[in-house]
């Protein structure tokens, strides 16, 4: 399928599980998957094409960020990551973070994976990363999207909502949450990603239902746009998407190539810093 993307096409959200007799998983962890290691991740990129990726760390790992670091150094200069961290972080982590290849935080407001952070912290750390020029990362579901404001007024970082921000397509791109996430979209500081079709598609495989939704955010925000598989779509419901599918979708999304590139080779190189910022330390200690 390397046919279907431009030459450092990049996912920017995917995720690595374990091996958990390598990397064990968080004892608080709410969610127990099943090993997704990063072999099986990079196989992945080279069947679809994908030649650049940005892996999150996933909630079931918590704070220890190695398995996601580990993933980066097996890929020298394609991957980054984004980090979770607790709230009493310091600049000295942050450092050794951002040498691995870290390039922000995220922060999941959804409450299966766990409370919502303090404004306080939020802010804290937003603080901590600007010098990095890092940017967070929003896990936030709709009902999430009224109250981000108060978060996000005044941040000294660049923000990215994560897969649509979850909203329901049942509900068109003219319900109240989708035009709240609009008025975030045309924000200079606000990226979105269009990830995460399977999940707020209400009709299943092949997910076309969300395609208004994913065209209005690329007509707001046509620079910030990002794109990621998801893989390996942790806490799904029903059957785990294809991938190929997710392909497919998003061709028909962006089916013009020009925009295509945009999505997938522009804005990440931009926001990742791929060509200007190097990986120096490939694993944290």
């Avoid at 030459?7 to 007799?21: E, L, N, Q």
């Avoid at 990603?193 to 707020?200: H, L, P, V, Y």
């Avoid at 945009?262 to 060509?275: H, I, K, M, Q, S």
Wanted: glycine share 8%; hydrophobic share 45%.
């Amino acid at each position: 399928m390397s046919d279907h993307f431009p030459a450092r096409a990049c996912d920017t959200h995917c995720h690595v599980f374990g091996p958990a007799a390598r990397f064990p998983y968080d004892p608080q962890r709410t969610y127990t998957p099943e090993d997704a290691p990063r072999e099986a991740l990079f196989a992945l990129h080279e069947r679809l094409g994908i030649d650049r990726a940005v892996i999150v760390q996933p909630a079931c790992h918590g704070f220890d960020n190695a398995v996601t670091l580990d993933a980066i150094a097996g890929a020298p200069g394609r991957y980054r990551g984004i980090a979770l961290v607790p709230a009493d972080v310091d600049a000295g982590m942050l450092a050794k973070l951002d040498a691995g290849g870290m390039r922000g935080v995220r922060f999941n407001f959804v409450p299966h994976l766990s409370a919502p952070p303090s404004i306080e912290a939020f802010r804290h750390i937003a603080g901590l990363i600007a010098p990095l020029g890092w940017h967070v990362v929003l896990h936030v579901s709709a009902g999430d999207l009224p109250g981000l404001a108060r978060y996000l007024d005044g941040l000294p970082v660049p923000v990215v909502i994560d897969h649509m921000a979850r909203i329901d397509v049942a509900g068109g791109v003219g319900q109240d949450a989708f035009a709240t996430l609009l008025d975030f979209a045309r924000d200079p500081n606000v990226w979105i990603k269009i990830s995460g079709g399977d999940r707020a598609s209400q009709t299943g495989a092949p997910y076309r239902d969300v395609i208004p939704s994913a065209l209005a955010i690329v007509r707001a925000a046509p620079d910030r746009t990002l794109w990621g598989t998801d893989w390996p779509h942790p806490n799904v419901r029903g059957p785990v998407p294809d991938d190929a599918v997710l392909v497919e979708l998003l061709h028909e999304m962006l089916p013009d190539a020009a925009q295509l590139r945009t999505v997938l080779v522009d804005n990440p190189e931009r926001l990742y810093g791929f060509a200007t910022r190097p990986v120096v330390a490939p694993i944290l200690a």
